[in-house]
């Protein structure tokens, strides 16, 4: 119980250091509910690993009774967007692939935008072949006949992948990258992302991808508002991270809400010069305020 009282001073510290104000605090979590599109961070913000957070299947369940419409943004190219669908659906979360984005279906629109049917050179695993398959993209095993060449996390990548991308890139391909991420959190600690890749490629190469696809890049937003339909002035991004989901939507002008349920402690934002527009504790926040 004494843990409890504990916990809620520091929030309500945290509170009115961001807003000053109590008064001002409690309209601003009123006005959570004012948008029309929530565009929510999965790990960190929804379930962490296999375990769902802070009552986020009734928060969901209560945007969609007011008719909100809800899209989810994952970062990770190494599953489908069917199993984060299947993963949501089991831990109560009605969903389809159609409320689901992730790097690899931004990476396959953003090279179908360059070039329709363009031939693709893939670092990556399987989901990541079939969303760039799925956009009428061609793979090659083929370095010399690939347009582009695509790094992702990679858990299956050794010496000649990176051999063929060296060929790949000095024949002339283009380059582009699923995600930033330089680890991926797993239970018990984490393992190397597509950042691991990109630095591979680029001690021998010297060259960077000339577009990131994932979060926080404008594309991964820009694909969301475009599945919801909706202007970014209707819409709010949640999620746990400063450096990706908050100045991702700082820099598309979305409103931002960070949630303390992930990598992001009361410390670090304190620190941090990325200021989000709110301060929750939890999604559950969202249903506090009704
Ligand atoms: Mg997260």
Do not use: W
Not at 130 to 144: F, I, N, Q, S, W
Not at 172 to 199: H, L, S, V
Not at 216 to 223: C, R
Not at 228 to 247: F, K, N
Request: net charge neutral; proline share 4%.
């Amino acid at each position: 119980m004494q843990v409890m009282i504990i916990q809620l001073n520091v929030f309500q510290a945290l509170y009115i250091m961001v807003r000053k104000e109590p008064e001002e605090i409690m309209k601003h979590k009123s006005s959570l509910l004012k948008y029309q599109g929530y565009i929510f961070d999965l790990d960190g913000t929804i379930y962490l690993s296999n375990r769902l957070l802070a009552k986020a299947d009734q928060v969901i369940e209560f945007l969609e009774a007011l008719e909100k419409k809800v899209i989810f943004l994952s970062n990770k190219p190494i599953e489908s967007r069917a199993n984060y669908a299947d993963k949501l659906n089991k831990m109560g979360i009605n969903v389809t692939i159609d409320n689901i984005i992730n790097s690899s279906l931004v990476t396959a629109l953003c090279i179908q935008q360059e070039k329709p049917r363009a031939v693709v050179y893939v670092i990556g695993e399987p989901p990541l072949v079939h969303e760039l398959e799925a956009a009428g993209l061609t793979v090659t095993k083929d370095p010399l006949k690939a347009e582009f060449l695509v790094a992702a996390f990679d858990r299956t990548f050794h010496y000649n992948k990176l051999n063929d991308a060296m060929i790949a890139l000095r024949n002339g391909a283009r380059y582009f990258a699923t995600n930033p991420d330089k680890t991926c959190p797993i239970d018990g600690g984490e393992i190397p992302d597509c950042a691991g890749m990109m630095g591979a490629i680029e001690g021998v190469t010297g060259k960077r991808p000339e577009l990131i696809c994932g979060k926080p890049s404008p594309q991964m937003l820009a694909a969301a508002l475009k599945q919801l339909q909706l202007s970014a002035d209707q819409c709010l991004m949640v999620g746990d991270r400063l450096e990706t989901d908050i100045q991702m939507g700082i820099n598309l002008k979305i409103d931002t809400a960070l949630v303390l349920t992930g990598i992001t402690t009361l410390k670090s934002l304190e620190q941090s010069s990325i200021k989000p527009t709110y301060v929750l504790k939890s999604v559950a926040d969202f249903l506090e305020r009704h």
